[in-house]
């Protein structure tokens, strides 16, 4: 029999939905978690806030992301890798997400279309940090960041900040 050959894409692939799927036992054992309702409302709420219907890749890595699951995406420029981002934040205004993005022109275009669907969002970088955006930031507490590397590893007051509101 020939050997199986597994791509090192197929082997991750594998390897995530393993992860993803002992999120959804523990989250079942805790809390009674229904991974196809879940996946279904989070379908609905994309098609009625966003106006289309997500892949099952956006839909694995949503229910990943509301699992508090670490999560690497790579796919190519239009392929809709910012809307599992959006669709974590649809059903419940009390979460909240910081994307590390380093194009402070990606930054300030995931804002805009985040604002345009109703979600809360504020670029955090270089240039629009100052004392005047620090106390908007706590006093909006927005539902999702878009911080430069560098304002996340480096950045005292920043730091200081996602600690102290518990991000």
Known sequence: MAPCLVSGHDRLKAQAQEVLEAARQRAQLKSNYDSLTAREELIQATKARLGFEPHEWQVDVTEALLHKLDVVLIAGTGCGKTAPFMMSLLQDTCKRILVISPL????????????????????????????????????????????SPEMSLTHVEFRKYLADVGW
């Open 104 to 147: 402070k022109a990606l930054q300030d275009d995931q804002v805009r279309r985040f604002r345009k669907v109703g979600i809360s969002a504020m670029a955090v970088n270089g240039d629009t940090w100052n004392r005047k955006f620090y106390q908007q930031l706590r006093d909006t507490q927005p539902q999702a960041l878009f911080a």
